[in-house]
Structures are given as C-alpha cells and as structure tokens.
C-alpha cells in the first residue's frame, strides 16, 4: 500500500485511475527498504520503473551503496541494473536515472570503475581508465549495457567527470541522451 512507515525516503507510485498509491521502494513481497530510496522514475507508458535506492534489501547488493533497480510493473519482478553479468561489488553511487518512453532503454549515471573496465560502445573489452564517473545506456530487451560519454575519437575520459546525476535525458526511442559533462 501507500503507508510510509520505515523512517526513510521512500518511492510511491499514484495511479489516478484505479485511485491507489502505492510505495515502489520495496523488495517485491511489499517489505520496505532498509534504507532511503530518494528517487524514481516512470516510463511514459508505466510498465518499467527505476529506484535509485541505498538499501541493500532492495537491490540486493551487499552493501548500501546508491544502486539502480528496475521494476517490471507487469511482473513485479525487480532487477539491480548498476551490477549487470554478476560483476563485483566494488563500485559505488549510480543514478540519475531516465527511461525511453517504452522503458527498455535506461540512462544513468555511475562512479563504477568494473563497469568502465569490462564495456566499451562495442561490447568489447576496454581498458582501464581509473576512477571515473561514466553515462550509461542499458537496453533491457538485450542486456546490453554501454558506455555513452566516449570521444570523438572513441576513447574514454581519462580523468574524473563531473556529471550531474540530474542532467541525463534520453530521448523516447532511446536512440539519443543528453548530459552534462565538464
């Protein structure tokens, strides 16, 4: 339901027709989370749902640092997007979240240097490039998962980019983001 009851920042969705509100920033047995989720977003078409949210019971990460979570509204199903393929843990601070208007494609944000290490735009294997926040564009139809902020000439900042997690768009095909870098 839509009680706010755990002390934390928390993610409701209202829907206007059935006259429901509903807390999101939950594990999907409807437990709020151990920590606040400060933000959410919703697809234009409602089905998909991104938490950016530092409890661990939600995103299932073995920590509480800010992860992503995406929420099929139709299955209830929920999936930590900032770890995709099972890499490590060793990262922090994903989010700034935005959806494409169908929900499969995710822009985001994230000072995560495994994710840096193992995806360039081709799916292939980059080098390291140290401790750097980089844009992000998950396709959740694929599972693909790739770097957005490259050069011009397709190599990757190689000094700590300042995004702010607020200024990332992607447009409702997901063909195209915009963000702020310095």
């Not at 027709?17 to 234009?44: E, K, L």
């Not at 770890?83 to 959806?99: E, M, Q, V």
């Not at 490259?150 to 983001?177: C, E, K, W, Y």
Request: glycine content about 10%; some cysteine.
């Amino acid at each position: 339901g839509g009680t706010d009851n755990n002390g934390d920042q928390d993610v409701f969705i209202r829907d206007r027709i059935q006259n429901t509100t509903i807390r999101v920033s939950s594990d999907s047995s409807g437990n709020a989370g151990n920590a606040p989720s400060p933000q959410g977003h919703i697809s234009a078409d409602g089905s998909t749902i991104v938490l950016t949210t530092n409890a661990s019971s939600i995103s299932s990460s073995p920590n509480n640092d800010q992860q992503l979570v995406m929420i099929n509204r139709a299955t209830n199903q929920r999936q930590r997007i900032s770890a995709p393929r099972n890499l490590p843990d060793d990262y922090t601070g994903c989010g700034g979240s935005t959806l494409s208007a169908d929900g499969r494609y995710i822009g985001f944000i994230c000072f995560a240097p495994m994710l840096e290490n193992s995806y360039n735009t081709d799916g292939v294997a980059s080098t390291p490039i140290g401790d750097t926040s980089q844009v992000y564009r998950y396709d959740q139809l694929t599972g693909n998962l790739r770097i957005v902020d490259f050069h011009d000439d397709g190599t990757l900042p190689n000094s700590v980019n300042d995004h702010s997690l607020a200024s990332v768009n992607i447009s409702s095909d997901g063909q195209r983001m915009t963000y702020y870098d310095l």
